[in-house]
């Protein structure tokens, strides 16, 4: 018997069936008339947020977090690393991390499309009007007090004191393994209470470490199995100079240069606000004299590579980097191998000894330089910011003051800060081995031109 449905049944059974073929018609009509406009099926959101950053503020400090702005239009977040922020509705953002030399920032849509950019980050070199201060004249009662009293009348608002000196000796209590191990490490002062001292007066304190010239290290080595860590003369012998029979260790050992790295990061993790590297070089003489073990490519390039492996150690443990230089080495690189241009790509500053008494008859069209403070800084200093022109590098003086040929006082000391100011320069480091100062020749920063 066939199976017949009442008019009810056929009601039920057929309404919903209608609705199903209503539906699917919509759709067919929808995509069909999406496909008519763009020629396509629609798809997934697969475009990345815009993302635009601000140029950054140059930080004080290496120890100053790094501050990025931007905008990011229809993001949802923004990162540097861990440290995340949501945009505001018109994508703008801000973020806060600690330093390092260059960050990726990301902005992430709310389907996960992403944008990256990367923010280079810059150091504004803060003015710096110093004067030398030996690990013994720190610890001596008078020389400091003098030195401090330059600071109380505002004629200085930087010290440079000593860490490791001309004889390899380290003027603090250093925990570096190898200034124990070889006997370096003399305490004359107390680092942390001398930097908490200058700090709490508002003062910038630069660590001086010699650091090639190193007759302590030098013999250490030789007397223990490691003649690769001295500069050597033809005949297998320590390299001797006017510095001494053993005086200078060897630039190209890595040894050598991840000793006075540590020191450069225990000094700037003490909290020294900049590391100046000096005897950054090779000793006089003639290079067919003197023997680099394990020397590949120059001394010249040894040196600049020595600073290249410095620069982001010291940066990142809070302090600026430097390097006294020469003042012969913006013409002559090639004497103690200092090439200016490839040293300055990893230095904050270039502080050349320019001392007039220094300096030969006619050097720079100068008669008598020595006679001629103002002449020979002001001319010495524009061909040192030549040199460095394009590195990112500043240029500070050392300026003479003591006497050598020529009775310096007052007067021979202003002439050469003139001459530094003239030339564009507002910083100078002023040296005396004695650490004793003409104040009078500096004028107090509130009278300063």
Do not use: C
Request: aromatic share 8%; proline share 7%.
């Amino acid at each position: 018997m066939g199976l017949q449905l009442r008019s009810a049944d056929r009601r039920r059974w057929t309404t919903p069936l209608i609705g199903v073929a209503l539906a699917a018609l919509v759709v067919s009509l929808v995509a069909g008339f999406a496909l008519s406009r763009s020629g396509e099926l629609p798809s997934a959101d697969t475009v990345p947020p815009t993302l635009q950053l601000t140029p950054a503020d140059p930080t004080r400090s290496y120890r100053e977090p790094v501050v990025v702005r931007g905008n990011a239009v229809d993001a949802v977040r923004v990162s540097i690393g861990e440290e995340a922020v949501t945009p505001t509705p018109d994508g703008a953002f801000e973020i806060s991390v600690p330093w390092a030399p260059a960050v990726e920032v990301v902005a992430v849509d709310a389907a996960g499309n992403q944008s990256s950019s990367v923010a280079v980050t810059t150091l504004a070199l803060p003015r710096m009007r110093a004067v030398h201060v030996t690990a013994h004249a720190w610890s001596h009662d008078g020389l400091r007090e003098a030195v401090l009293d330059l600071a109380r009348e505002g004629r200085i608002d930087t010290v440079q004191l000593d860490i490791k000196d001309e004889d390899g000796v380290v003027g603090y209590d250093s925990q570096v393994s190898l200034a124990r191990e070889s006997g370096a490490v003399a305490s004359i002062y107390d680092a942390p209470a001398a930097l908490r001292q200058l700090h709490d007066m508002g003062l910038q304190v630069v660590g001086r470490i010699v650091a090639f010239r190193d007759p302590t290290v030098a013999a250490w080595a030789w007397h223990n199995g490691r003649p690769d860590w001295v500069v050597q003369n033809p005949s297998g012998q320590p390299y001797s100079s006017h510095y001494g029979p053993i005086a200078f260790t060897n630039v190209a050992h890595p040894d050598v240069r991840r000793y006075n790295i540590d020191l450069a990061v225990e000094a700037a993790q003490l909290g020294f606000d900049g590391i100046m590297y000096d005897y950054v070089r090779r000793p006089d003489g003639s290079l067919t004299s003197m023997n680099f073990a394990g020397l590949t490519g120059t001394p010249a390039t040894a040196v600049a590579d020595f600073l290249a492996q410095s620069r982001y150690p010291v940066h990142l443990a809070g302090a600026h980097l430097s390097a006294a230089v020469y003042g012969i080495a913006s013409t002559r690189p090639d004497e103690i191998a200092q090439d200016i241009p490839l040293m300055s790509r990893s230095v904050d500053f270039v502080a050349p000894m320019i001392y007039p008494s220094h300096w030969g008859p006619g050097e720079y069209g100068v008669a008598h330089p020595n006679a001629q403070p103002y002449d020979i800084v002001f001319r010495s200093l524009r061909d040192f910011q030549t040199a460095t022109a394009g590195t990112g590098a500043k240029v500070v003086p050392w300026l003479q003051d003591f006497s050598l040929g020529i009775t310096y006082g007052d007067a021979e000391l202003r002439a050469q800060i003139d001459a530094t100011r003239d030339a564009g320069i507002d910083s100078f480091f002023l040296w005396n081995a004695a650490t004793r100062y003409h104040g009078g020749g500096i004028s107090p920063a509130s009278e300063a031109k």
